[in-house]
């Protein structure tokens, strides 16, 4: 079997597992987040941390509420680092740097999970377990809880009622992430991936030297980070160490994790509103976009465009011989249209096209599916702002689910659209006027890449690398955390902002003049805006990096 048609049948498989679990993962997460009832664990922790559970928020107090978890979180997290000498099961490591602690304490509470460190020697492992690990589930459930009370805007009228965010944070964490998690880490045991708690073992390599390997709790955080679409590993080198993913059958079970929730979410959109079937257009949308950046970059890492490649048939340098091209240019493909960031291949080594399509995946917006709760917020946003397009080109004030798009929801719409583009492009300004973009390993086309790579990596809370930039200074830790607590929470308050004005209007009923949302037209709109804004906002740096490169 030759490797192209190994990988159309990799593909595939995803895709019928993801179609064969839409509906009734899609149908038990809506029970989730629409029932009543809280079971007496969850009583528990309302009691514990003052919540009336029956008592809903408006948007603001619900915004409040997703930003006051997250500083605490954010701080719990940093003096967790800064104090991990004098904790158990600290392995001798000395206290993470401040720029390094700040830095990481933003990447996982903003679910980015960017990493200028090499896990195995920089923390503990209750720094992973307690700190690390924990960020990865509740900040997964953040975006979920944000995606929800966005979907209730639509569907409610005459409120200022979204839910309640601490009852929505509890049930999906404790209810759909924990015991998916729990499954998935004893499958990935089975597989190989390593469960312990040991400090390391001494081995001989095949070379003769010694080598110390670090072991630790790596399944469980393994899950999690790829079900919470994360991405941060508990090895420097990430989904590539064999102890993190030994084997192809986990390479798929691991993309499957990392698509899974955000390409069931919809189902979840469509029953809230009660029409499935704008559900069926939402995914359509995702699945669309998410084949043409699968198939694109398999076919210029198949291609192998350079003179090596050529000679040898393939681009393998930065992959692992387990996976093989495709599996690599498929796992990089779902990591980077989802928010996951997760690696199990080096993107700085992919051809020049091939890396485009990393970038241009997240300068999407990650919305197809993107990430656990934002790849569905963001690409209801670009559904409301098609709309718009739509109705300007009628002459109608356009809606969306019986909802009227004016000045105001617009207005939200589009600061939400226009925040990442200003982070990306002044952070990579910024790191060329002062300096900072030299400690990229390449110079020209390339090194830009690298430096456009991190910020749109970081503003986009994706957290992968080209791993070609030292980005382990105060300049570059400072900088790109900034990205990362803009580009994730600046976002979320316009979100809630819009589901705040949207479910106090009264239901518009359909007219002979109402844009169905749900057809194949309305579908290849929001397709078309989809890449037409990207375009239109990312060509020229995009022309002057891998594009020149490339061509």
């Known amino acids: 079997m030759s490797m192209t048609t190994a990988g159309v049948l990799f593909v595939l498989s995803l895709v019928v597992a993801l179609v064969a679990v839409h ?316 928010s996951t960031g997760a690696v199990n291949s080096f993107h700085d080594s992919y051809t020049a096209l091939g890396g485009m399509m990393t970038l241009g995946n997240m300068m999407l917006g990650e919305v197809a599916p993107g990430g656990v709760g934002a790849g569905l917020y963001g690409l209801l946003i670009l559904a409301v702002i098609t709309v718009f397009v739509a109705g300007l080109m009628v002459g109608r004030t356009p809606e969306y689910l019986g909802k009227k798009i004016g000045s105001r929801e617009i207005k939200f719409a589009s600061m939400y659209f226009l925040i990442t583009p200003a982070l990306v492009l002044t952070g990579t300004a910024a790191a060329f006027a002062t300096g900072n973009a030299s400690t990229a390993l390449n110079v020209g086309p390339h090194g830009l890449s690298e430096v456009l790579y991190a910020f749109t990596s970081a503003s986009n809370n994706n957290g992968s690398a080209f791993a070609g930039i030292t980005v382990n200074t105060p300049w570059w830790n400072t900088a790109l955390g900034l990205c990362m607590l803009l580009g994730r929470f600046l976002p979320i308050i316009f979100v809630l902002a819009l589901a705040g004005s949207l479910a106090r209007q009264q239901p518009t009923p359909a007219s002979e003049g109402t844009l169905p949302t749900h057809r194949p037209l309305f579908v290849g709109m929001v397709v078309g805006v989809t890449v037409v804004l990207v375009a239109l906002t990312f060509l020229p740096a995009l022309a002057l990096g891998p594009l020149a490169e490339g061509l």
């Not at 490591?93 to 200028?116: E, I, L, M």
């Open 23 to 338: 509906r009734p993962f899609g149908d038990h997460m809506y029970r989730v987040v629409a029932g009543t009832r809280s079971s007496r664990v969850e009583r528990g922790i309302y009691r514990l941390v003052g919540v009336d559970p029956a008592a809903e928020q408006t948007w603001g107090v619900y915004a409040r509420s997703v930003l006051a978890f997250s500083a605490v979180s954010l701080l719990f997290l940093y003096a967790f680092q800064r104090l991990q000498n004098h904790l158990w099961l600290s392995l001798g490591f000395d206290p993470v740097v401040p720029h390094g602690a700040w830095n990481t304490a933003v990447s996982f509470v903003t679910n980015t999970n960017w990493q200028w460190y090499s896990g195995e020697s920089t923390m503990g492992h209750l720094v992973q377990m307690a700190g690390l690990a924990v960020q990865n589930f509740v900040s997964a459930a953040v975006g979920i809880a944000v995606a929800v009370a966005l979907v209730r805007g639509f569907a409610r009228s005459r409120t200022g009622e979204l839910g309640n965010f601490w009852v929505d944070l509890t049930r999906v964490t404790l209810r759909i992430l924990l015991p998916i998690a729990v499954l998935g880490a004893l499958a990935l045991m089975l597989g190989g991936v390593v469960q312990n708690l040991s400090g390391g073992t001494d081995v001989t390599t095949l070379t003769g030297g010694a080598q110390t390997v670090t072991g630790g709790p790596v399944a469980s955080q393994e899950v999690i980070k790829e079900l919470g679409t994360n991405g941060g590993g508990f090895y420097n080198v990430n989904s590539s160490h064999p102890f993190e993913n030994p084997t192809a059958w986990t390479n798929w079970l691991e993309i499957f994790l990392i698509l899974v929730i955000p390409f069931s979410l919809p189902r979840v959109f469509g029953r809230m509103v009660g029409q499935k079937r704008q559900g069926y257009a939402i995914v359509a949308v995702m699945a669309i976009l998410a084949l043409a950046s699968i198939t694109l970059t398999n076919v210029f890492e198949l291609t192998g465009d350079g003179t090596v490649p050529q000679a040898v048939g393939a681009a393998m340098e930065g992959k692992e011989v387990r996976f093989d091209v495709s599996n690599s240019a498929t796992f990089a493909a779902a990591t980077t249209l989802t």
